[in-house]
């Protein structure tokens, strides 16, 4: 099969037009004459022409092919030749794949690992090797800089490469600490191998891959792109599945019972257990919780058993179990902890690390923008009436109401949200000090009414124009509100919500009541054209935003446009005010950290190993200093995003499950916590469909190997005949550039040798034809006529006849 | 007295009289300026003739009267007489489709031909000599007999005016059967570019020789036809057969001139050793000039 390392140089083959252009272009010039006679143009000639013309053509023809192969030569054609008859006496480049994913350090009914054999029969193909072959190790786990070669150039050191496998057979099987790699990527990993086989002299290049080819392994979609053209080293695969039925449970999700806990309130944990072996299992679930500092009982991570449970039935195959833990926080802060279910097979899922900050007391300041001294027409007399419910023991949350010229002497250091109300204009220093809170992540929420001037709103709170584009998700449009306050006419009713936010998503459900019924008779109208990354949370049924909400620095901002009081609402009124005021002040305080969207969920503290942790820099803070702890308590350091408008920093190095925490004293971050966790699919040992000796989908996914180039032996003894099969490519370049320099070196001669023959010897002096002068004589009689009659009369005109002829030109 | 110098004739070079369009004129022009100033012409070689018998009518010259016709049958009768010539020439003018070929000042090779035709003609009466035309192409066209006399001549410039060019050269047969064809012992002056095989040629005028005739051939060729000077000419399509040939312009010219310089020299060979009078009038040459030379060479030979 013939294919092109470089097609991009094709667009060279047009370069062999230039040849026929000129050629063309010369040809053009026809000239057609109408001449006396042609018979002098003889057959002869024209022979001799048709051959010259040929000969032209025939420069021509080198010439476009000097081009074209040049052209050809730089796309550096090659020859695969199909998967010949093994040949085990040829030279031979062989790339090990070693899957160390985690499903790899499965515990066979051996008591050895998955790894450990792989890593033993791979060991045992080197050793049929020949001291001129050459080898090399791609470990094929899921790494943030892809597959990892253990030597980047096969190596002829064999010996090197077998006590490599050995010792990593031996460590598999201790399987004291995990591989750094825990998802997997086997068609990168054979394709990191390819490429290292390339340039390879050897005749053989082949490529064997020790996995245990688990499905999950092969969903690495960056390589949609690649072709079969490019592809072609020799490929076996090696499945390396458990001897005995699998059994196998794992945790692989765990639900909690809010984003937050509360300190002192018992929160809830839902484990999901899924069994992947084959028989149904019971199994105990447990907790643990990170101790403090010289606490008994607690383990070489420092967490303390604190709940333990039994799936009530066993688990059957293929199926989850779900059970519920509680536990309550004492201290308020950052905990973190893992829930663990005991299996032996397969240790590496039985863990699901958690990571929260618990919450003692929300403290919210409330500046009033319309204080009265009767509590009723109080602007923030509902608002603190439904966060006050239930008394100050059972509600952490905790309003202080300040006057607008007040706001710039309150303490804000233990407040987590400032909630606006109908406040009519900030001094300068407030909105600084404001915008300076939310950044370091505080929360702003922002009620309308009638004392709002819009002016004020648009200009300083939510201009494009400002850092981070300004607080506000909206601009206020028009210079009064939407309807009358006066007539009590409905303007608008609520219509739709976002459902899935934490704030709404009990109106959805209906566990939390219902929107219908509330009215509004005046609201301001919103435009969240020109502010960045807002998200309209509730729309009035006219479509007119509602509720706004976006994320600015570390914390967040949210706008209502209507009042939180009566003025223009029935909302404080209705059943429904007070869920919904809660949840969102809730919400509001509990986003407080500053989570980037692009997590795993909006405002969580999950991640999976090898996904970068990313927290937002605070305008004038320092990225340098956020240190972090890894599991195994090394240290790593948050490094800055190559973007410099985005302003936040990111740590990739969480190959790691476990508890990553922040190290930055004296920062709002500091004791920040973040879990990483396995990807679920390493639990699922279910490996791909390898088809009876075909590898049906495995071909599928791996198309651009080429089937005939792909096989699977699942029998690691008849390795040895798969040995010099594979065959590299044929570099047919090579040949064509010694083509490309014989037409090049014969072109002048050819040229000259037309051109000698047809251009040059013309060249010469024009050839003129002497013309010849009229010889007079006459016939003999006439001649004797002509002297009888004239017997020359007059001498004397003769001789001056004479001398004007020989004067005459 | 000096006999004509060729910077008299000036202004008669071939675009003027070209101009012209009276070939009589022209003809005029170049035959008298030829001897203007010479001593008349002697006019030798005349005889008087009887030719037959006419009643009298008054106001005929009593001179001419027979008075021994009268004696006998008493009746007035005037001699008639048929001026005889000693020279019949006929002018044998190529009008074939390649002799319209022409560069120098727009006139063709025919054009020049039917000036020296007529030049020839009117000098040939100027004598007192009987002149005759032929035109021809692939077969005799046109066929005057040589006759004397002014009217006489009028009548062979309007056919030489009336010449159209057409047909292709074919001259070795129409020679052989002009040959045949004109008994008397002539001067047959052939006009034409000559553009056939040329011992064909060379064997038709030897035919003419064998019949005993004095036989001229004036040969006329343009300019372009000697020196081929066409660089980028890349297509030459032939004007009697249609023919075309593609080809590089200067592997044209170095095969033509080859070619050429050939079919030359094979004609003045055979005219040579049949003692034929050839000469190539090249178009480029005023044709008046051409024919003083001529001429007066031919005096000199005389």
Redesign the interface.
């Known amino acids: 099969m013939f294919g092109l390392t470089t097609p991009l140089y094709l667009v060279g083959l047009l370069s062999a037009a230039i040849p026929l252009l000129i050629h063309l272009s010369r040809s053009r010039k026809t000239r057609t004459l109408r001449f006396s006679t042609t018979r002098f143009l003889t057959d002869q000639f024209l022979r001799s022409y048709r051959m010259s013309r040929l000969k032209e053509l025939l420069l021509l023809a080198a010439r476009m092919a000097l081009c074209a192969l040049l052209a050809m030569t730089f796309a550096e054609p090659f020859f695969k030749g199909a998967p010949a008859e093994g040949d085990a006496s040829q030279s031979r480049s062989v790339v090990i794949v070693l899957d160390d994913s985690a499903s790899m350090l499965y515990r066979d009914a051996d008591g050895g690992t998955l790894l450990s054999r792989a890593a033993r029969e791979a060991a045992a193909v080197i050793k049929e090797l020949k001291p001129s072959d050459s080898a090399s190790i791609v470990l094929a786990g899921r790494r943030a800089g892809g597959p990892l070669a253990e030597y980047r150039e096969p190596t002829t050191d064999r010996a090197a490469v077998e006590n490599s496998l050995l010792s990593l057979a031996d460590t598999a099987n201790s399987a004291d600490g995990l591989p750094e790699a825990l998802g997997t990527d086997l068609p990168g990993s054979v394709l990191l191998a390819d490429r290292m086989l390339k340039d390879r002299d050897e005749a053989s290049h082949e490529i064997y891959v020790f996995s245990d080819l688990q499905r999950r392994g092969f969903s690495a979609p960056a390589l949609a792109g690649e072709s079969e053209a490019s592809f072609d080293a020799r490929v076996v695969f090696v499945p390396i599945r458990p001897t005995a039925p699998v059994s196998n449970l794992a945790i692989t999700a765990v639900q909690y019972g809010a984003v937050r806990p509360m300190a002192g309130i018992p929160f809830s944990i839902r484990p999901h257990i899924r069994n992947d072996g084959a028989q149904p299992r019971s199994c105990t679930v447990s907790l643990h919780v990170r101790a403090a500092e010289g606490a008994d009982d607690v383990d070489d991570e420092g967490y303390r058993k604190v709940a333990e449970q039994e799936v009530p039935e066993p688990i059957e195959s293929g199926r989850w179990g779900v059970l519920t833990l509680h536990h309550t926080f004492n201290d308020g802060g950052w905990q973190s902890g893992y829930v663990a279910v005991d299996d032996e097979r397969l240790t590496a899922d039985n863990r699901r690390y958690f990571s929260f900050e618990v919450l003692e007391a929300v403290n919210v300041v409330a500046v009033n923008g319309s204080p009265s001294s009767i509590r009723r027409k109080d602007e923030l007399f509902f608002l603190q009436a439904a966060l006050s419910a239930g008394g100050s023991e059972v509600n952490p949350i905790e309003v202080r109401s300040v006057r607008v010229n007040a706001f710039q002497a309150a303490p804000l250091e233990d407040v987590r949200l400032v909630v606006m109300a109908n406040v009519e204009s900030l001094p300068e220093a407030a909105v600084a000090k404001l915008e300076r809170f939310v950044d370091r992540g505080g929360s702003l929420l922002v009620f309308l009414g009638n004392q709002v001037q819009p002016a004020f709103y648009n200009k300083r709170l939510a201009d494009p124009s400002l850092t981070r584009g300004g607080l506000l998700p909206a601009t206020i449009s028009g210079a009064v509100p939407q309807g009358q306050a006066a007539d009590n006419a409905t303007a608008a009713t609520i219509g739709d919500f976002s459902a899935d936010h934490p704030a709404l998503a009990g109106f959805s459900t209906g566990e939390t009541g219902t929107l219908g019924g509330i009215t509004l008779s005046t609201y301001w109208k919103l435009d969240t054209a020109t502010t960045r990354n807002t998200r309209v949370l509730m729309k009035t049924d006219g479509g007119d935003p509602l509720l706004c909400e976006r994320n600015y620095g570390g914390g967040r901002v949210a706008l209502f446009a209507s009042s939180c009081d009566r003025d223009w609402t029935n909302f404080p009124v209705r059943p429904a005010f007070l869920p919904f005021v809660y949840r969102l002040v809730g919400h509001l305080a509990q986003s407080a950290s500053g989570q980037q969207t692009d997590s795993v969920a909006s405002g969580s503290n999950f991640f999976q190993t090898g996904q970068p942790l990313r927290q937002a820099v605070p305008v004038g803070g320092q990225a340098q200093r956020l240190r972090i702890v890894k599991p195994d308590r090394s240290t790593g350091v948050f490094s800055v995003s190559s973007d410099p408008t985005s302003r936040e920093v990111a740590f990739s190095e969480t190959g790691q499950p476990g508890v990553y925490r922040v190290e930055a004293p004296n920062t709002p971050q500091a004791g920040r916590s973040f879990a990483v966790n396995l990807e679920a699919g390493e639990s699922d040992l279910v490996s791909i469909d390898t088809g009876e000796g075909d590898g049906d989908q495995l071909r599928e996914i791996l198309t651009w190997v080429g089937a005939e180039r792909l096989a699977v032996i699942d029998d690691a003894t008849q390795l040895g005949g798969q040995a010099g099969i594979g065959r590299g490519r044929a570099r047919l370049w090579e040949i064509l550039m010694w083509v490309v320099l014989c037409i090049a070196l014969l072109e002048p001669a050819l040229a000259n040798w037309i051109t000698s023959r047809h251009y040059l010897k013309p060249r010469g002096e024009p050839k003129t034809i002497a013309i010849p002068t009229g010889q007079v004589a006459l016939g003999g009689d006439l001649n004797d006529l002509a002297v009888a009659r004239t017997p020359d009369p007059n001498p004397t005109t003769s001789v001056e006849e004479s001398e004007t002829v020989a004067s005459a030109p | 007295m000096?006999?004509?110098?060729?910077t008299q004739f000036k202004y008669l070079d071939p675009q003027a009289l070209g101009r012209l369009k009276n070939l009589s004129l022209a003809a005029r022009l170049v035959v008298e300026g030829f001897f203007a100033g010479?001593?008349k012409s002697?006019h030798?070689?005349f005889s008087v003739e009887f030719a037959e018998h006419r009643e009298y009518t008054p106001g005929v010259d009593p001179r001419h009267i027979d008075w021994k016709v009268f004696g006998r049958r008493d009746k007035l009768y005037v001699k008639q007489y048929e001026e005889e010539t000693?020279l019949r020439c006929y002018i044998v003018l190529d009008k074939s489709n390649?002799?319209?070929?022409g560069t120098v000042g727009g006139m063709s090779?025919l054009e020049y031909s039917s000036f020296l035709a007529a030049s020839l003609a009117y000098l040939v009466a100027f004598q007192h000599d009987a002149v005759g035309l032929i035109t021809l192409d692939d077969e005799v066209r046109d066929m005057v007999p040589p006759r004397q006399g002014p009217g006489h001549l009028r009548v062979l410039m309007d056919r030489l005016e009336a010449i159209e060019p057409g047909g292709e050269t074919s001259l070795a047969e129409s020679f052989h059967q002009l040959a045949e064809t004109i008994k008397r012992r002539s001067v047959v002056i052939i006009i034409s570019?000559l553009?056939d095989d040329p011992d064909a040629i060379v064997s038709g005028l030897k035919h003419f020789?064998h019949r005993?005739?004095?036989?001229i051939v004036f040969q006329t060729?343009?300019p372009d036809?000697?020196?081929f000077?066409?660089d980028?000419?890349?297509?030459?399509?032939?004007?009697?057969?249609g023919?075309?040939?593609?080809?590089?312009p200067?592997?044209?010219?170095?095969?033509?001139?080859?070619?050429?310089?050939r079919?030359?020299d094979t004609?003045?060979e055979g005219?040579?050793t049949s003692?034929?009078?050839?000469?190539?009038a090249?178009t480029g040459t005023p044709f008046d000039?051409f024919l003083?030379?001529?001429l007066?060479?031919?005096?000199?030979?005389?």
């Open positions: 000096a006999t004509a110098s060729p010479m001593h002697p030798r070689g000693s390649s002799m319209s070929y090779k570019d553009f020789r005993k005739h004095d036989v060729l343009d036809e000697l020196s000077p066409f980028d000419v890349s297509r030459i399509e032939d004007m009697e057969t023919r075309e040939i593609t080809s590089d200067r592997a044209f010219r170095n095969s033509y001139l080859e070619e050429l310089g079919f030359l004609l003045r005219c040579l003692h034929i009078d050839y000469s190539v090249e000039q003083g030379a001529y007066a060479r031919r005096h000199q030979l005389m």
